[in-house]
């Protein structure tokens, strides 16, 4: 080989290499890329070109409700009757069977959250860094193991740990369900479509098992075996979930890849990118400094401080008036339909009046805090007057499905919506916690100082959900005020993996 051929050689030895390098270095920002950005990047032009009609984007979300919705909208429900379920165990004689004595009752309600509480972050780094619907078909199977566990418990102890480890395996799964609903729907759209998955009907089913349940006559006592039929029920939907359930839009196998890109350009207005798995810290700084992010949670914790008394202790306060255990577990039923019913009245109206959904949840708040001055005040012996007003009161539960969906509408950046979505629901931990010791054994079966402590929650929640209101308001006529006159997002900035502070043209709802 002469010195010629052997430069030549070394030129394309070298030239080979910088390609690799090339090659290489364009995988990584690849793999830096929202995975919606990497499926567009990678779409067939001929897709993409053709224009969406109005027709065709209708035809797929009709497509999208019926099949998301219900996914989500069973799990959902089923997580909910693993803590509504506990009431109704303990009038069928588990406080009996496990030896509860004092408040033990009351702390086997509260350390259900203690789990969740100390499983939110690290569930929400599994988000971050697993397949969401993988993680959350597995987080039932979780649950409904331990499901079957608590059946076998025979003191305070393993009752307390059974809960505790299911708290943990519930962690990730309100998360994942608000991370989904951003990716499938409009922030237009999402009100609605959280009050149907986000509802109350655990009641009615937890009630109906728990009657058909009463109604048996085995070895086996009533409240082991409620729970043995919800542990199996859950394990065949975690099946359901892993075979119909995609990790995004662009994962679902059962859609083409021009219904996939209907799907991003749908959502694309939303601004908040669709999923990226690397963690960026100034992300999570910047949601911790951020004053809207405490607001929130301010209210998630008071307005959940009525549900964890509520979930822990419905059963005991209605069995309280003076009705029979059978009909202690119907009566349960209307309050899961009611409130079910309302939040999907105010989600339709959210729906359809702009930047209306924090003055909706202000309102709406005054109804529960009126029955809890009815159930402390009026007199025991009024039965009828306090079974309507307990009824009434489980409206508190709409206004809080309309604020879960502000977090993840208001913020951009993966990293930033996974640290606003854990501190949201690390609050609604503290405010279940909080909730069955409100509720204390020796005030029953009035409950007064429970009910005072209701009132208080409720004032506290309006009053932090309105000033949240203001200060996106605020932030929106500031940037207006900029001259950013175009606020529709182009393709690459909405699916970017910045945040809601770096896209001057992101706009909040409120």
């Known amino acids: 080989m002469n010195d010629k051929e052997a430069t030549e050689l070394q030129l394309a030895l070298e030239h080979e290499k910088s390609q690799a390098g090339e090659i290489i270095e364009a995988q990584h920002r690849d793999n830096d890329k929202d995975v919606a950005a990497q499926f567009l990047a990678r779409l067939d032009p001929a897709i993409a070109a053709e224009p969406v009609t109005e027709t065709e984007a209708r035809r797929l979300l009709w497509k999208i409700d019926l099949i998301m919705i219900p996914l989500i909208m069973v799990t959902v429900v089923l997580a909910a009757i693993d803590k509504v379920i506990i009431s109704n165990a303990a009038i069928y004689g588990m406080k009996t069977d496990t030896h509860l004595t004092g408040d033990q009752y009351s702390w086997v309600g509260s350390i259900f959250y203690f789990g969740y509480l100390a499983f939110e972050y690290p ?181 959940n401080i009525p549900n964890g008394g509520l979930v822990t202790f419905s059963a005991i306060i209605v069995s309280g008036l003076g009705y029979s255990r059978l009909i202690t577990t119907l009566l349960g039923i209307p309050t ?85 979505n854990a501190i949201f629901f690390l609050a609604y931990c503290v405010g279940n916690i909080i909730g069955p010791q409100v509720f204390r054994s020796q005030d029953a079966p009035s409950y007064s100082h429970g009910y005072e402590g209701l009132l208080g929650c409720l004032a506290v929640a309006i009053a932090s959900i309105l000033a949240y209101g203001l200060l996106c308001r605020w932030e929106n006529s500031r940037r207006d005020k900029e001259g950013q006159s175009d606020v529709v997002p182009s393709e690459e900035t909405a699916f970017s993996d910045l945040t809601d502070k770096e896209k001057r043209a992101f706009r909040y709802t409120y």
Not at 183 to 190: F, L, R
Not at 401 to 412: E, G
């Open 336 to 420: 899961g339909v009611l409130a079910t019913v309302w939040q999907i009245l105010l989600g339709f109206i959210a729906a359809r009046v702009p930047n209306s959904r924090c003055s909706i949840i202000a309102i709406a708040n005054l109804v529960p805090l009126v029955c809890s001055v009815i159930m402390w005040k009026l007199p025991r012996e009024n039965q009828q007057g306090l079974l309507a007003a307990y009824y009434v009161f489980y409206t508190y539960w709409a206004p809080y499905v309309l604020s879960t969906s502000l977090p993840m509408a208001n913020t951009s950046g993966h990293s930033k919506k996974l640290t606003m």
């Open 123 to 303: 569930a929400a780094l599994l988000i971050q860094r697993l397949p969401v619907a993988k993680l959350y078909a597995g987080m039932v199977i979780g649950w409904a193991i331990l499901l079957l566990c608590t059946a076998a418990t025979q003191n305070f102890a393993g009752l307390a740990t059974v809960r505790f480890l299911m708290g943990m395996t519930e962690a990730a799964v309100f998360p994942i369900s608000s991370i989904l609903t951003v990716m499938w729907w409009k922030t237009s759209e999402q009100p609605i479509r959280v009050a149907f998955w986000f509802n109350q009907l655990s009641s009615v089913f937890s009630g109906v098992v728990s009657y058909g349940i009463g109604q048996t006559d085995t070895a086996l006592a009533p409240w082991r075996l409620l729970f043995i039929v919800l542990g199996i029920f859950s394990l065949v939907w975690a099946v359901v979930l892993y075979i119909f359930l995609p990790d995004s839009p662009v994962q679902c196998w059962y859609f083409s890849d021009r219904e996939k890109f209907v799907c991003l350009e749908r959502v694309k207005d939303n601004n908040t990118g669709m999923e990226d798995k690397t963690i960026k810290w100034y992300q999570v700084r910047e949601c911790l400094l951020d004053p809207k992010t405490w607001l929130l949670a301010l209210f998630s914790l008071a307005q």
